[in-house]
């Protein structure tokens, strides 16, 4: 080998040597200054972001009693590599976590697919069982603070809703949710999800491979503490909703009653209802599932979804119609022998004194007088045909608030059912006329009335012509008024003058002479209406409207119990007693009392 | 250098590279410091804590280099076949009776210190190979000198693979780096790489490409070495229609009984056989060497599977896939590769502070005080320290190789080269595994990685180095002055 050649392959060796060194710094260079890659992956090996979850917001009634309290309970979690490798007393743990054995390895098992991840064991252990686990210093498992539901006066289950964790569905459509979370699913909860929820904190720490906790990253600059949800105030008034609920015990139905001054539900009883607190905590999914498959439908809210005929209440809409539109004066005369006749068809109705008036047919609920008022309506001269008659009938009936979601901060509420134009023409085939749709004057064919509007009607009348929409929150922490749309007085298109014969007739009813006398408290001056509505599928539907007193009413109240029977049999005594206990915090009929609370309605529609 | 006069042992010797020495193993301990420091340890200078225990180490080599200086020059020449048996006998006592260590059976253990031979059998096959290759009539490309020089590199090669330290024994195939230098042909040099790196991806192809692969590598570097171009495509084309054709013949005769690959094998040993001859007749004695190759490669391609599957271990097999991009695993095999770059790449420009880096501080990167110290300095010392480290070896590195070339004697230029060689694959290969250029390979950085056996054999090594030349110096200086 020349020294020449020697020289030349020393020269290609340092040559490598550098070309090695450049490569290596090259690649340092990209992997430190480029790539920020790295960076962001260092800070989340070792930054573990901890939830803070706030308590929910609690829910007063209007006298500042407690409705839904927080109660802090705690999830039980794990990290599957920080386990004790020698092991640990699983006995103790399943004993303080409250879970067997079988559904520790299970959940053992799949937090194993990621092992550095935290997984939930169990949810909802109590404060009790968790100062026993601090003691037991499981490694690898720890609690994380929660809050759940609890209800002190078990009442309002369909009212108040109930939270849950959130589910697949919910999630897609709510990305700002993360799995885990607690989020109202109906009811009061889910209408002031936004305001109950409060804001989730974050407590960031540094971790060390194993997870252990090193300490808060930069002393806790970036963390952040849960904000609780807002209190809400319920126009509820719990002692009405939990005699509201004693009473439509053993009864299909729904009674709902609002204060007519300012359109706040008082009470919202939709029965059979549930204790609030079953659907808390670990039994939940059992509990719903039996109340799922329950064939009276307990998680149904009937008071305002539930589409019912309303029977002989409407016939104080129909008269009020007829005033409006001029066809019927106060004092105009009817004659009715046990019933309406008109060709072949009769429309029966019961044994009273005849001819008589207005007042007295509201007072006494005459069928046939309130047919002659709905034909003379819809027969109007005025209007080309029966159907363009039809057409301003039903305007003025959705004025009332009927046929239509009244607008009220209940999520879930139901449109109920009135009939157009279209339903009959396709129901008889282009050619009906005021004959054929007659039922219509009593409240009964289509129709179809939520609990909800029937008491609206009751406030309407109450106030002489307006109503304010029902609300069921009456002040949200923080926050100085509600939406402006329950400030604003609706008005109906019939006169506010109308009226006045219409809540005399009631009166009567009442404390003169008719359908219910029974409602009558001394001293209240109350006015109501009672309803019977044939029901195709067994006993008439029982049905009370009222409110009291007459002038400067405090309460507007409806009451419909399905398969009641005549309104004064079921409806009439619920609503009555109720506003005797609102509006003198006493009862002094127990007899009337006992007569309700043993009163056990048989439903062979829903035993099938 | 006045004062060199007294033949004292400080005399000739390389001063620059005993400052880049000190400064690398100092850095190797500022890093150690940061890798085993630990908050919830109150006493600063407990003997619990790996860097006390890695001053002792320090303070242990220093001495040892110092003995190293000590010594005649001489005495290194006269040894060195004396160490390698030596050296050969230590890696078998480890395989017999040593002790397991990360499925490597490859530790000595005295109490609590564990010695891993293998560091000190590096020194001593570098020793015996600067020894052979210094004699007299030595001429590397002569096939009896060729092998003399393959056997002393395979025994331990061999020794090592079987302790299944695969990663430490690779380290000898540096060698090729001087033999390089000492002038094998490069068309020897080319041939060996590419067959080394077939070897790596051998289980990805299929054993007919493998065999034409290593065909056309052999017989176009032998093309290279000998000119003659024309014959060599000629034999090639030859070889090509003459396996066709013995398959054909075969496929008509009795079908289904020689397929394609088995003809060109076949007729790849009457080949050999047919070039044997031919070298013979024509004298040239390269072609030899080069059938050698192919032939030992033909021997071990089938047992690369083998290895593959018997030999390595599990991890070592996945570390290789992953490396390779086929499979990916970032919470498994891939796990440490990433924390690794993580940990680098997080340390930006200047790094996060001395006893600052979280990666490190809390325990993501696996072995952060011995084969993935460079993480640690990554991470603290970000772009800056790395490059910082990364110049003070490629300093010693290249100082290494002019120590080399300056010396009079072959042993002593040979014996550098090979002390550069070992270097820079140490380098190389545990810097590249950090940063993901590498398969994860368990050997140290030179110098700065944890542990009393590797700092004090990399001493040794380096300083027998600087023994050699200072003798070299010694003489020229009391020569002139």
């Known amino acids: 080998m020349s020294d020449n050649e020697s020289f030349l392959r020393m020269r290609t060796l340092q040559g490598i040597v550098l070309f090695i060194f450049a490569v290596i710094i090259a690649r340092l260079a990209y992997i430190q200054l480029f790539d920020p890659r790295y960076a962001e992956l260092a800070e989340a090996n070792v930054l573990r972001h901890v939830v803070q979850y706030p308590p929910r917001g609690e829910v007063f009634d209007r006298n500042g009693e407690y409705l839904v309290q927080s109660r802090e309970c705690y999830d039980l979690m794990v990290i599957y590599r920080e386990i004790d490798k020698r092991g640990f007393d699983t006995a103790r743990l399943c004993e303080v976590a409250g879970i067997s054995r079988t559904k520790l390895e299970r959940e053992l098992a799949n937090a194993r697919v990621r092992p550095r991840a935290p997984r939930l064991v169990t949810s909802y252990i109590p404060k009790e069982d968790k100062l026993r686990f601090d003691e037991g210093n499981f490694r690898g498992f720890y609690t994380v603070y929660r809050t759940v539901r609890q209800y002190p006066r078990k009442i309002g289950g369909n009212l108040l809703g109930y939270v849950s964790e959130v589910n697949d569905t919910y999630l897609k459509r709510h990305p700002e949710y993360k799995v885990g979370d607690y989020v109202g699913m109906s009811g009061v909860e889910s209408a002031y999800e936004p305001e109950l929820r409060g804001t989730k904190g974050v407590k960031i720490q540094e971790i060390d491979t194993h997870g252990a906790i090193k300490g808060s990253y930069m002393n806790g600059r970036y963390d952040s503490v849960p904000e609780p949800g807002q209190y809400l105030v319920s126009t509820i008034d719990a002692r009405l909703q939990l005699l509201g609920e004693e009473l439509m015990r053993g009864k299909v139905g729904a009674a709902v009653a609002i204060e007519p001054s300012t359109g706040e539900i008082l009470m919202m009883v939709s029965s059979p209802t549930y204790d609030p607190d079953e659907l808390v905590g670990r039994e939940r999914g059992n509990n719903y599932m039996k109340m799922l498959y329950n064939k009276r439908k307990p998680l149904f809210n009937r008071a305002v979804k539930a589409k019912y005929p309303p029977g002989s209440t409407f016939k104080l809409v129909q008269g009020l119609i007829g005033l409006q539109e001029g066809v019927l004066r106060p004092s105009d005369l009817h004659v009715c022998h046990n019933g309406y006749q008109a060709g072949r068809l009769k429309m029966a109705c019961h044994a009273h004194a005849s001819p008589l008036d207005l007042r007295f047919a509201v007072a006494t609920s005459c069928n046939a007088y309130f047919c002659y008022v709905f034909r003379d309506i819809l027969d109007n001269p005025k209007y080309d045909n029966v159907k363009e008659g039809f057409d301003h009938w039903k305007e003025y009936v959705e004025s009332f608030g009927f046929g239509r979601k009244l607008g009220s901060d209940f999520l879930d509420e139901g449109n109920g059912y009135v009939p157009d134009r279209a339903y009959y023409d396709q129901q008889y085939r282009g050619s009906w006329n005021s004959l054929t749709v007659l039922s219509l004057s009593i409240g009964q064919d289509a129709l179809g009335c939520t609990p909800l509007q029937l008491a609206n009607l009751a406030c309407i009348i109450a106030n002489r012509g307006y109503y304010y929409i029902p609300h069921i929150v009456k002040e949200v922490e923080g926050q100085d008024s509600l939406d402006r749309r329950f400030y604003e007085r609706h008005y109906t298109k019939v006169d506010p003058r109308h009226f006045e014969p219409i809540v005399e007739g009631m009166w009567r009813g009442v404390n003169v002479g008719g359908t219910s006398t029974m409602a009558r408290l001394d001293g209240w001056d109350v006015c109501g209406k009672t309803g019977t509505a044939e029901n195709p599928r067994g006993r008439d539907h029982s049905t009370f409207l009222s409110f009291a007193p007459k002038d400067n009413p405090k309460i507007a109240i409806s009451v419909y119990v399905e398969n009641g029977g005549f309104g004064a049999t079921s409806a009439l005594p619920i609503a009555s007693l109720l506003e005797e206990f609102y509006l003198t915090d006493t009862i002094r009929r127990p007899y009337l009392l006992d007569y309700v609370k043993n009163m056990q309605i048989h439903y062979p529609v829903y035993d099938k | ?481």
Request: with cysteine.
């Open chain 2, 1 to 481: 250098m006045t004062s060199n006069r007294h033949n004292g042992i400080f005399d000739g010797v390389d001063r620059g590279t005993v400052l880049l020495y000190v400064l690398i193993v100092l850095a190797g301990f500022v890093s150690i410091i940061s890798a085993s420091y630990d908050d919830s340890t109150a006493q600063l200078f407990s003997f619990s804590h790996f860097y006390m225990k890695q001053l002792i180490w320090i303070a242990v080599a220093w001495v040892t280099a110092l003995v190293v200086l000590l010594l005649d020059e001489r005495f290194y020449h006269m040894f060195a076949y004396p160490a390698y048996f030596a050296g050969l006998g230590l890696l078998v006592a480890a395989l017999l009776f040593g002790r397991e260590v990360n499925g490597a059976k490859a530790w000595f253990e005295f109490g609590s210190v564990r010695i891993q031979p293998v560091e000190f059998a590096k020194i001593a096959t570098a020793l015996a190979l600067a020894r052979v290759m210094s004699n007299y009539s030595f001429s590397i490309n002569r096939p009896g000198d060729l092998f003399k020089v393959a056997t002393v590199i395979c025994v331990p090669l061999l020794i090592i693979i079987l302790q299944n330290d695969t990663g430490s024994g690779i380290v000898l195939c540096s060698f090729l780096f001087v033999l390089y230098r000492e002038g094998l042909n490069k068309w020897l040099c080319i041939p060996i790489l590419l067959i080394g790196s077939l070897f790596i991806v051998s289980f990805l192809l299929s054993p007919m490409v493998l065999l034409l692969c290593l065909i056309l590598v052999c017989t176009l570097s032998e093309a290279m070495m000998n000119g003659r171009w024309r014959s060599r495509i000629i034999f090639l084309a030859a070889l090509l229609l003459a396996s066709c054709l013995l398959c054909l013949i075969m496929a008509l005769v009795s079908p289904g009984t020689l397929d394609l690959y088995h003809s060109l094998l076949i007729m790849t040993l009457a080949a050999v056989l047919f070039a044997a001859g031919y070298a013979y007749r024509s004298h040239l004695t390269n072609i030899f060497i080069t059938l050698g190759l192919f032939v030992g490669s033909m021997i071990f391609l089938p047992t690369t599977d083998y290895i593959f599957n018997s030999i390595l271990k599990q991890h070592q097999r996945d570390r290789i896939l992953s490396f390779l991009g086929i499979i990916s695993d970032p919470l498994g095999t891939d796990y440490n590769v990433n924390q690794a770059k993580i940990a680098i790449g997080s340390g930006g420009f200047a790094g996060k502070g001395f006893l600052q880096g979280t990666q490190i501080k809390y325990g993501f990167v696996p072995e952060k005080h011995t084969d993935f110290i460079f993480c640690t300095v990554g991470e603290e010392w970000g772009f800056l320290g790395t490059t910082f480290v990364l110049v003070l070896l490629c300093l010693l590195i290249l100082r290494l190789m002019r120590m080399g070339e300056r010396q009079e004697e072959p042993f002593g230029r040979i014996y550098c080269d090979c002390v550069a060689s070992i270097l820079l694959f140490h380098v190389l290969v545990n810097v590249g595994m950090t940063i993901g250029l590498m398969p994860v390979m368990g050997i140290p950085l030179p110098f700065m990685s944890y542990g009393g056996s590797s700092l004090i054999a990399f001493t040794m090594l380096l300083f027998i180095a600087i023994r050699l030349d200072a003798s070299t110096r010694q003489f020229s200086i009391n020569q002139f002055s």
